[in-house]
């Protein structure tokens, strides 16, 4: 079993920046792809960004220039540096990881975590 945890959500105002945090525990062997998604209500999950192991990145559209994904390897964290915020990026933020478990099975499978409110409001 693999827990994400996520942190650092709250209230913003526009304009301002934030950083999230979501460490993986558990029965980890390693960590490929970590990523973050929202949702907003009345809109569909979307992904904001994702970083391979290696560390290559990718962003939504909507989020480039603005947000900042990066990992902490040795400590199993994930992290989404946000500035320039507007109304718009107020959602419940995701984290996600695809985990290797096992020593002797190299299968993989995306974990999640329970979300972290964001808010941007004046």
């Known amino acids: 079993q693999v827990q994400l945890v996520e942190s650092g959500g709250g209230l913003v105002q526009p304009g301002g920046s934030l950083r999230l945090s979501c460490a993986a525990s558990?029965?980890?062997?390693?960590?490929?792809?970590m990523g973050w998604y929202r949702q907003a209500p009345g809109k569909q999950r979307e992904l904001v960004a994702i970083i391979g192991s290696g560390g290559t990145t990718n962003y939504a559209d909507s989020v480039k220039g603005r947000f900042t994904i990066s990992r902490d390897n040795a400590k199993n964290t994930v992290y989404l540096e946000m500035s320039s915020l507007s109304r718009e990026d107020s959602a419940v933020y995701y984290c996600?990881?695809?985990?290797?478990?096992?020593?002797?099975?190299?299968?993989?499978?995306?974990?999640w975590g329970q979300g972290t409110q964001v808010t941007v409001s004046s």
């Open positions: 996600c990881a695809q985990v290797r478990t096992s020593y002797s099975d190299d299968n993989t499978r995306g974990y």
């Open positions: 558990g029965s980890i062997f390693s960590i490929y792809a």
